[in-house]
């Protein structure tokens, strides 16, 4: 169970209606939230995660660094990273148990954790925000402004809501996850070919770690919302 979204039409984009706008003030999209999807399977690989993460990511520019867990695992977690725990780390960190966004029973779903990365869009306040999974480990300094860069716009196009600011994205085989690409497709009931070329010789975005416009992430949920 998703909650549902207050969803209004697009004059520009028929059949893809745009999440309303909150009242509450969001961030500039000049900074970044960082979401880790985690369960205590996988808990034996945060803390390299974590400490990766402390040694190489700058908190300039970072809005926060949220824990998605299940609410039953979350306890686990709190002596490390609530409280007076917190204030240890470098930027703000909390625990979200990841029930306050969707409703589920199958704990250890593989498609439930990408319905998380899609959903947590709804309570971020930031444009755009980097997906990880406990597995992701950082080799290098990671700084918010080398992965979103400005963009040059004339003064029409920021009248239409649209990032001053683009996020940087890795490429991949599109052979490695060939039937994604249809299957979507067909779940958005989008005419084939059009999301991506079916030229299996093509380079396609590539997965997790990535980062997401939360934008287009709620018109997707949207047009699932509005089609479901």
């Given at each position: 169970?998703?909650?549902?979204?207050?969803?209004?039409?697009?004059?520009?984009?028929?059949?893809?209606?745009?999440?309303?706008?909150?009242?509450?003030?969001?961030?500039?999209?000049?900074?970044?939230?960082?979401?880790?999807?985690?369960?205590?399977?996988?808990?034996?690989?945060?803390?390299?995660?974590?400490?990766?993460?402390?040694?190489?990511?700058?908190?300039?520019?970072?809005?926060?660094?949220?824990?998605?867990?299940?609410?039953?695992?979350?306890?686990?977690?709190?002596?490390?990273?609530?409280?007076?725990?917190?204030?240890?780390?470098?930027?703000?960190?909390?625990?979200?148990?990841?029930?306050?966004?969707?409703?589920?029973?199958?704990?250890?779903?593989?498609?439930?954790?990408?319905?998380?990365?899609?959903?947590?869009?709804?309570?971020?306040?930031?444009?755009?925000?980097?997906?990880l999974d406990s597995d992701c480990i950082?080799?290098?300094?990671?700084?918010?402004?080398?992965?979103?860069?400005?963009?040059?716009?004339?003064?029409?196009?920021?009248?239409?809501?649209?990032?001053?600011?683009?996020?940087?994205?890795?490429?991949?085989?599109?052979?490695?996850?060939?039937?994604?690409?249809?299957?979507?497709?067909?779940?958005?009931?989008?005419?084939?070919?059009?999301?991506?070329?079916?030229?299996?010789?093509?380079?396609?975005?590539?997965?997790?770690?990535?980062?997401?416009?939360?934008?287009?992430?709620?018109?997707?949920?949207?047009?699932?919302?509005?089609?479901?």
């Open positions: 169970h998703v909650q549902p979204l207050h969803c209004i039409s697009d004059t520009n984009q028929p059949g893809w209606p745009r999440a309303m706008e909150s009242s509450e003030k969001s961030l500039l999209d000049s900074h970044l939230t960082l979401i880790i999807v985690s369960a205590k399977s996988d808990f034996k690989r945060l803390p390299l995660t974590l400490a990766s993460l402390v040694c190489h990511l700058d908190y300039r520019q970072l809005s926060k660094v949220i824990l998605l867990v299940p609410r039953q695992h979350a306890t686990l977690l709190e002596p490390f990273l609530v409280g007076e725990a917190s204030g240890h780390w470098p930027w703000p960190i909390s625990i979200m148990p990841d029930d306050n966004i969707l409703q589920h029973t199958h704990t250890h779903s593989y498609r439930l954790q990408m319905m998380f990365k899609l959903v947590i869009a709804q309570v971020i306040k930031t444009e755009y925000y980097m997906i950082a080799l290098s300094p990671i700084h918010v402004t080398q992965l979103l860069w400005q963009q040059n716009m004339s003064s029409s196009k920021t009248s239409h809501s649209i990032p001053s600011h683009q996020a940087l994205y890795q490429l991949e085989e599109r052979s490695d996850h060939a039937e994604w690409w249809p299957e979507s497709e067909q779940l958005l009931q989008i005419e084939p070919n059009t999301c991506v070329t079916n030229n299996p010789s093509t380079k396609s975005i590539g997965v997790t770690p990535a980062i997401l416009s939360k934008s287009i992430a709620l018109m997707t949920l949207c047009r699932l919302q509005k089609l479901y």
